[in-house]
């Protein structure tokens, strides 16, 4: 007897529970899509660089590349600050110089080392034997 029961309630509201399930999908459709749309795309990468690390005892600055590139005594103390760590406004207190003419500096350099970045430089600067 249920049994007909239960069939007599799904024929007599078959229209609401077809647009009950309708409406099932469409949310199950707005979650997954809004989940898919506004996750955040990141992508990481692990970059393994080998690193070569010379005595500072027998370290001699390459006056070639100097030359080569043009570097002035002054753009040379400033990348061997940058080496050690300092920022623009303890480079600019160390040397009495403004921060302005530290940043001026550090673009002279970035364009000489054709770099972006602060760690750019000091890396190529190592590599082509600016700096211990």
Do not use: C, D
């Amino acid at each position: 007897m249920r049994w007909l029961e239960l069939r007599f309630v799904v024929f007599e509201h078959y229209f609401e529970i077809y647009i009950g399930f309708i409406a099932l999908i469409f949310t199950a459709l707005g979650i997954w899509l809004a989940a898919k749309l506004t996750k955040p795309k990141v992508e990481t990468r692990i970059i393994e660089k080998e690193i070569y690390i010379t005595p500072k005892a027998t370290f001699t600055i390459n006056t070639q590349q100097l030359e080569m590139l043009e570097i002035t005594k002054r753009e040379l103390e400033i990348l061997q600050l940058i080496a050690l760590g300092h920022t623009n406004q303890e480079i600019a207190s160390e040397l009495s110089v403004s921060v302005s003419t530290v940043k001026s500096h550090n673009q002279n350099l970035f364009s000489k080392l054709q770099v972006q970045r602060r760690t750019q430089a000091v890396e190529k600067a190592k590599r082509l034997g600016l700096i211990p």
